[in-house]
């Protein structure tokens, strides 16, 4: 009890909500299988930050999440790893078949933002085919990309991660190119961004789209007054970790 205080105490980590799982201090500790240690190596990450030390135990717990932090504190990693492990364990439960998935979906600002996230998962993913330890199909669905041809990816194999940005996903959506039947994570990251670029109606006609019960993922640098009511509505029982400066 003492010890996790004194782990949040150093790195300035503010917790709320109940039954909070504790800070961990190594990746080793979440068992990642070795092509995601290798690819973290790779890029030389060995030890986790601040937001990652109590995110990850918190996301891979299974709890909804309200993550405050800054651009730059290592956020992305914190809600990408449990996505992929969420999303290989169900392929592995049930692989994929045309016309399913995504299982994972990642919600951006803007299309920069997706992309990088993208690219940060294909590391990953591209490592677990490598070992051979799993074959995951991901997709980036934002404008400017040939989206006939994405979604052709769907409907002749099915795809486990999407990262999108809201407009481009509510379109594929409504023209059935794409569903959330069997997604079951969600994540939205930069949501106060999202809010004032005026992605709320998108946002929550996405969510008509879940079928089934999901963990959702909210990131965002600041937490007004109206992106706690936003993640108030979308969220079930979260546990808010805010890794922003002190008092802020
Ligand atoms: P954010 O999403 O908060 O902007 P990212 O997850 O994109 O941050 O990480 C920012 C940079 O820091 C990236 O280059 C990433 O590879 C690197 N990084 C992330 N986590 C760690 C870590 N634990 N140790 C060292 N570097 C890290």
């Known amino acids: 009890e003492e010890e996790r205080d004194d782990v949040r105490n150093k790195w300035h980590i503010i917790v709320e909500g109940v039954d909070i799982p504790p800070p961990i201090k190594t990746f080793r500790e979440m068992k990642f299988p ?6 973290l190596t790779r890029k030389g990450i060995a030890r986790p930050t601040p937001i990652q030390i109590q995110g990850l135990p918190v996301i891979l717990s299974g709890r909804d999440i309200i993550g405050i932090a800054f651009t730059g504190s290592g956020k992305s990693l914190t809600f990408v790893l449990p996505m992929i492990m969420a999303a290989m364990m169900e392929e592995h ?15 951006c600002p803007s299309r920069e933002l997706a992309r990088q996230t993208h690219e940060v998962i294909e590391g990953f993913t591209v490592e677990l085919a490598k070992q051979g330890m799993a074959q995951m199909r991901i997709m980036l669905c934002i404008g400017g990309v040939d989206s006939r041809e994405q979604s052709d990816i769907v409907r002749n194999a099915g795809v486990h991660m999407v990262t999108a940005t809201p407009g481009r996903l509510k379109d594929l959506l409504h ?15 930069e949501a106060d961004r999202m809010v004032d670029l005026g992605f709320e ?36 029982n979260p546990i808010v970790v805010n890794v922003g400066r002190a008092g802020a």
Not at 34 to 39: A, F, L, N, Q
Not at 175 to 189: A, F, S, V, W
Not at 202 to 216: A, L, M, N, P, V
């Open 93 to 107: 439960r049930m692989p994929l078949e045309g016309g399913e998935g995504p299982v994972g979906l990642i919600l």
């Open 201 to 236: 109606d998108d946002i929550r006609d996405i969510y008509s789209f879940f079928k089934s019960q999901r963990q959702t993922l909210l990131f965002s640098a600041t937490m007004p007054e109206k992106i706690r009511k936003f993640a108030e509505s979308a969220l079930v």
């Open 175 to 189: 023209k059935k190119r794409m569903n959330l039947d069997i997604c079951k994570y969600l994540c939205m990251d």
């Open 34 to 39: 070795k092509p995601i240690i290798d690819e």
